[in-house]
């Protein structure tokens, strides 16, 4: 016997009938906000990167899952803080630097492969017999702290000359199907951030950092066609974990600060 209109067969979920309504992506206007009010670390907030969607799913069958949700990767990661002609320390990620992968996951760490589990997922359970609607959001932002000392030493004395740190992101929104792990790709956007600081030591704290270079960002591209999702992108480690601090000396061996976790 045959179904008719019973979301109890094998109704399929395909791309061409999810439907989005909206999809945004943008980079906050304004610039790099410099904080000096620590005498061990300068401290800089960069504008936020947001993303934004609604659409609509259509009927799930019985005993399926999907969930709707953003997966972000770091494809790209320069960050160099240097400290006068005595060197630079460096957050790298080993495995992109070597070139050994093309992308490593950016999740929050618990909630793999999504970015996130509050306003950064949807989870739509079956069975359902109309269609259901929507809604996902994300934010991102640098937030990070350098210290005014050398890394490896046991001095305070300020040396941080200049911080240049250059990332480039991929994010997709995706629906998957927790039942058969089926994946479908629904947007694709690329974004980029930028900081470049440039720190006068001998000034007194409050008066010695200063943007240079471009100090507004690039705004997300939203891509025309769906770009796919490399594997290590949806598992462990993330970027946070992978990230290993480096002190590089202008004379002598390179030192690891903070091993990767």
């Known amino acids: 016997m045959g179904c008719l209109q019973s979301v ?29 009010s620590s005498p061990v670390v300068l401290r800089y907030r960069t504008p936020y990167f947001r993303a934004a969607a609604r659409g609509t799913m259509p009927p799930i069958p019985r005993r399926h899952t999907w969930v709707v949700g953003w997966v972000q990767a770091c494809n790209h ?35 793999y492969p999504w970015y996130g589990n509050t306003t950064e997922t949807v989870t739509l359970v079956g069975p359902t017999n109309k269609v259901s609607r929507f809604s996902v959001s994300m934010n991102d932002n640098f937030y990070p702290s350098v210290t005014w000392a050398v890394p490896v030493s046991d001095s305070n004395v300020p040396l941080l000359t200049r ?31 930028r900081v470049d600081i440039e720190v006068d030591p001998l000034q007194l704290l409050g008066q010695r950092a200063r943007l240079v270079g471009r100090t507004h960002q690039e705004q997300p591209r939203i891509l025309s ?33 903070i091993p990767p976790k």
């Open 8 to 36: 109890a067969c094998k109704a399929r979920v395909r791309r061409d009938n999810i439907v989005l309504s909206d999809v945004s992506a943008t980079i906050e206007p304004g610039d790099t906000a410099i904080e000096e």
């Open 77 to 111: 990661m320069e960050f160099y803080n240097s400290y006068s002609d005595l060197g630079m320390s460096s957050w790298e990620l080993p495995d992109l630097r070597e070139g050994r992968v093309k992308a490593i996951s950016d999740s929050d760490g618990v909630s």
């Open 163 to 193: 911080i240049k740190r250059d990332q480039s992101f991929t994010t997709w929104l995706v629906a998957m199907n927790m039942t058969t792990k089926e994946k479908i790709i629904l947007q694709t956007i690329k974004w980029r951030m």
């Open 225 to 257: 066609r769906m770009e796919p999702i490399p594997p290590n992108a949806l598992v462990k480690p993330n970027a946070n974990d992978a990230q290993v601090l480096m002190w590089r000396p202008k004379r002598g061996q390179p030192l690891i600060v």
